[in-house]
């Protein structure tokens, strides 16, 4: 069930055989999976998946391309309430490792929050990244172009740029070298400093080879307009005339709540094993949280693995199942 402030108190003491954090497509496949083998199970999310600002759905096999992410988050969270699980809009500040349980700790409600503990046998992390974006003194200008032809994934949009003009938007000079891969799809390249940082000689030498362009002005604004891009305005007045672009600035991985736990990173990314259990027992990470691909058909792959190994633990924990009685009773 959806739960709210006054229905928070009827599971204050029920303890969850799994807690999901986060209701992106790893989180709720997560969720839909759990509740069929007769799990109880709560989605703890803050909205706004990653997911969710992608307006096309281009590469998940079996859905029509034009699907937008939102969609498939609102079936996803659909058939997961139907199967009897709960979950909570919230943010869930820290988790806390008391032997045989996980202590959970949410903030509900950004104006005069209220605040609960839940408590869980198992873990998994489903809350995502978010990308880092140019930073431009009127960022609504950025908004309304990022997730539409302003790409932020190769992997998922490369294809969408076959031999167009792209301009590629970096943090630093090591993240612009993305414009290599991408010239597999184009060699109509533009890589964008934004006069944040220079770009040495050997890396310069290698967009030259390539036929790329370096352009280190400061940027103004976006050009175009119902959400397509169409070029760049630079400090200086300038245009320079684009039909897509690839940001590749970094994320932030959404895991702060996690610190207070030993867990095993590689960079950002949280380190699993093939069913996706971190070095942690009975803590799980899924979807962009981990080493690997960051897909929504991926994601929603990670989840069904993590539901699946947190079952095969129970049912060698108890072996037998549990009455169903018992189990909706939980």
Excluded at 35 to 42: D, E, K, M, V
Excluded at 80 to 93: F, H, P, Q, S, T
Excluded at 266 to 274: A, H, I, Y
Aim: charged fraction near 20%; glycine fraction near 10%; proline fraction near 3%.
């Amino acid at each position: 069930m959806q739960l709210t402030k006054k229905t928070l108190a009827q599971h204050a003491d029920h303890i969850y055989d799994a807690l999901v954090v986060g209701g992106g497509a790893a989180g709720l496949s997560a969720g839909i999976y759990l509740q069929r083998y007769l799990l109880s199970t709560l989605i703890i999310d803050k909205g706004k998946a990653r997911s969710f600002w992608m307006q096309e759905l281009h590469n998940y096999l079996g859905l029509p391309p034009e699907t937008p992410g939102r969609a498939v988050l609102k079936q996803g969270k659909d058939h997961y309430l139907a199967l009897e699980g709960d979950y909570l809009n919230a943010y869930v500040e820290e988790v806390i490792d008391e032997g045989d349980t996980l202590l959970v700790k949410v903030r509900i409600g950004r104006q005069n929050p209220t605040y609960e503990v839940f408590r869980t046998r198992y873990l998994i992390a489903a809350s995502g990244i978010i990308d880092h974006l140019p930073q431009l003194a009127d960022m609504k200008n950025v908004f309304d172009y990022a997730g539409y032809n302003l790409h932020v994934c190769l992997i998922c949009d490369g294809y969408e740029m076959r031999d167009q003009r792209v301009g590629v938007f970096g943090s630093s000079a090591g993240s612009l070298e993305v414009a290599f891969p991408l010239g597999w799809f184009t060699r109509h390249i533009t890589v964008f400093t934004n006069g944040a940082f220079e770009v040495g000689a050997e890396l310069r030498d290698r967009f030259t080879q390539a036929g790329y362009t370096i352009n280190e002005q400061p940027i103004h604004q976006f050009l175009g307009e119902n959400h397509q891009m169409s070029g760049v305005e630079l400090a200086d007045g300038s245009v320079v005339e684009l039909d897509a672009g690839l940001i590749a600035m970094g994320s932030k991985y959404h895991a702060d709540y996690l610190q207070g736990i030993d867990l095993e990173y590689s960079g950002g990314n949280l380190v699993t094993d093939s069913m996706n259990r971190t070095s942690h027992p009975r803590i799980f990470a899924v979807g962009d949280l981990k080493v690997g691909m960051n897909q929504v058909i991926v994601a929603a792959s990670d989840g069904a693995l993590a539901a699946t190994q947190v079952w095969r633990d129970i049912r060698r924990q108890e072996g037998t199942r549990r009455p169903l009685a018992e189990v909706l009773a939980a």
